[in-house]
C-alpha cells in the first residue's frame, strides 16, 4: 500500500489543492485563450456598453443598449442613436478645429522647444 507524503487533513495538501482565483466578469468564457491583455480590454468595453447610463433627456441613469448603436431609456421611452459601445456622439469638425489663438500659442511653444541651426558660410562666399 502506498502512502501519499501528506495527510488528508494537513494544511499542506490544502494549499497545493487551492486555487487563486481573480475577478474577470465576462471574460472567464474565453479562459486562457486570446492572451491577458486583450480579455481585459475587452471586458472594459463590455463592462461600459452593459452597464445603466445617464440619459440626456431625462437625466435619470436608466438607459440600457438595445442593439449596435441603438439606446432607450427605460424611464421617458427615449430611443435614440449613440456610439456602438458608448452613448457619446462623434465630435463634429467644428469642436476639433483649432482657433487661430490655440495655433499661435502651439506655434510659439514649438518653436522654444526647437532650437534653429545657425547658419555657416560657405567656402565658396569667403573665397569670393
Given amino acids: 500500500m502506498t502512502r501519499s507524503r501528506e495527510s488528508p487533513g494537513s494544511p499542506i495538501s490544502l494549499v497545493t489543492h487551492m486555487a487563486i482565483i481573480r475577478k474577470r ?13 486583450n480579455r481585459d480590454k475587452l471586458a472594459a ?3 461600459l456598453h452593459r452597464g445603466w447610463h445617464k ?5 435619470k ?3 440600457k443598449r438595445e442593439s449596435a448603436g441603438i439606446w432607450e ?3 421617458c421611452r427615449a430611443r435614440f442613436a ?6 457619446a456622439k462623434r465630435k463634429t469638425a467644428a469642436e476639433l478645429m483649432v482657433t487661430e489663438e490655440q495655433y499661435k500659442t ?23
Avoid at 440619459?55 to 437625466?59: D, E, I
Wanted: hydrophobic share 25%; with cysteine; charged share 30%.
Fill in 55 to 59: 440619459c440626456p433627456y431625462c437625466s
Fill in 73 to 75: 431609456c427605460h424611464k
Fill in 25 to 37: 466578469s465576462s471574460t472567464k468564457r474565453f479562459g486562457v485563450r486570446y492572451g491577458r491583455s
Fill in 61 to 63: 441613469e436608466a438607459v
Fill in 45 to 47: 468595453v463590455e463592462d
Fill in 106 to 128: 502651439i506655434v510659439q511653444e514649438t518653436a522654444s522647444e526647437v532650437e534653429l541651426p545657425e547658419e555657416e558660410t560657405t567656402v565658396s562666399d569667403e573665397e569670393a
Fill in 82 to 87: 449613440g456610439r456602438a459601445y458608448t452613448m
